[in-house]
Every structure is written in C-alpha cells, then in structure tokens.
C-alpha cells in the first residue's frame, strides 16, 4: 500500500493517472482507494435497477456483469484502509491510495511550487518520496512530476521485491 | 439468498422494491445483486477522480465516504453469486437476488398474465413462492404482486429463522 498525499489541487490524481499505466505496463494489478472525506457523494449506474434496490432500503447493491463487478454498501462508520485492503484486495499486487494523509503506510508527497507553501508531509509521515517541481527537500528522493517510471522504480524496488508481476 | 426470477418484462425489479422496506421494516439487513448478462455497463460517480483511476489502468477503483464504499472491479470471467456472497456478504442477513435463474438457490418466481404464457421454472428449480397475479399453480405458496408481507412471512419463517433482525 503507498498512498499519494497533498494538500487539495496539488495534482495527486494527475499522478496516480501517470503511475497506474507504469504499474500495468511492468505488469502489475493495482488497486485503488480514493478517500472522500464528506458524505452523500452520488453513484449512477446504468439501467438504474440496482439503484431501485437501494432507494427500497438495500443496505448493499452488487451489480455483477461478465467483465465487472459493482459495489455500493452503507457503512455506518468510516472504514479504514486497511480494513478496505483486507476486506476488498484479493488478487491485488498494489493498492495505491489518494488522500489517507493519517495512516500509517509509506506516502509519496505531491507538491506544486505556487500553489502551497509548504510541505503537507513532516518526519514521522512516512513519507518515501516527493513528486514535485519545486526545490525542497524533505530527506527523500525527489522526482518530477512526470517522473512515473522514476517513482515507480522506487516503489518496485522497495515495496514490490518479492512480488511476481 | 434467495433470488427473484421471471421472464424479461415480468416485474423483479418492481417485487424487489416491495419486499426491501419490508425486511428492512423487520429489522434485517439486506443486500442484493443483480446479474447483468451482458458486458459493459457503465457506472459513473461524482466527482469523477474514481474514475480517471479506472481509466488510467486500475483494475479496481474504491470510494470511501463516512456513510458509504462504491467498488468498481475489473473480473476476468463471471463471478458465481456463491462467490460474490461469500466475498461481500459480511454483516448481511439475507441477499436477495434478481436474474440468476440458474443457480440452486431458493427461487420465488415473478409471473404477470398478460405478459408472458408460462412459468420460466419447472420442477427441481428450486421455486419456493410465486408472486402471481394469475390462476397458475406450480405447487409452491402463491402471493399476489403486491404481497410483501406474505412473501416476507414465509421467506423469514422458512430461510431466517434463528436470524435475529
């Protein structure tokens, strides 16, 4: 699990849309969790039956096709990542995620000169490595923006050893 | 598991919208699935960053909010509904299914006159009720189209007994 962390319009989906290609071109099924940190976000699905189920009280709606599978569950609380990984990452070789700045797991930092200040990451965050344009240094390998072979050469090499893709 | 089975056009989804408030009015948690026979149906979700993962390579996409956890995965082949059970029933009382007419769980069929000629189950399909608003007999209870506190009845007295809602 590596979770890419910054503050809001940092362009953290923007990287995670250039490391997933890098991940599947090496061979790797990936993965990910985005956090959404308000309730109430909308999910639409075609056809729209699964949808009558969960406006009827459905606790939970599985729409299962031949190539897909899709989920919708009420949760009273907040899970964890972690509890989603074990709960939902079978047959995964990665989970990338987006916006658990709180967790425990390695963290790449996303940082864009003129758009924050600072640095979201501290020592202790577990940050690994930072993605950015800016020159700051945060004790950690430093990659372009655009860098997604770089970083993830770093993650292959210190996370995924051991892991046949 | 029970499933909601009946020929296209004969109103599962319609029962399933009426036996929901009724198990959830009893106190079970319900989830359902519903097969999709055909690939490629789409799912859309606010905000869109879910979906710019999926796009860029994903095989499996989480959101998740305090109140909810919408799951899109890439399946190589169909999952059964025992496997799709198995994997996301957790903390479920009962799932309710619609179109998985094959599999050899308890069925309560859906058959409108006026629609279509005959019952799509015959003997040893496991049919357990018919939700009716014709003269047929198949040998099993029959309910009216409306009835989801008699279907409810029988499915708690015959299937949930021992749940305690």
Not at 19 to 43: N, Q, W
Request: glycine residues 12%.
């Amino acid at each position: 699990m590596v979770s890419l962390v910054g503050k809001s319009n940092s362009g953290k989906t923007t990287l995670m849309e250039k490391l997933l290609p890098e991940f599947v071109r090496r061979g790797y099924k990936v993965g990910t969790i985005k956090h959404h940190s308000h309730a109430g976000f909308d999910i639409d699905v075609e056809g729209k039956d699964s949808w009558r189920h969960k406006k009827a009280g459905a606790r939970q709606v599985i729409i299962a096709a031949p190539d897909k599978i899709a989920l919708v569950r009420d949760a009273d609380r907040e899970a964890s990542v972690g509890e989603l990984a074990a709960e939902f990452g079978r047959g995964l070789d990665l989970i990338l995620t987006e916006g658990y700045k709180r967790e425990v797991f390695p963290k790449i930092e996303v940082f864009r000169k003129g758009v924050h200040e600072s640095l979201l990451c501290g020592p202790g965050d577990g940050l690994i490595a930072l993605a950015t344009d800016a020159d700051v240094d945060a004790g950690v390998p430093r990659f372009g923006l655009d860098d997604a072979r770089g970083i993830v050469d770093l993650v292959e090499s210190t996370l995924l050893k051991g892991k046949t893709p």
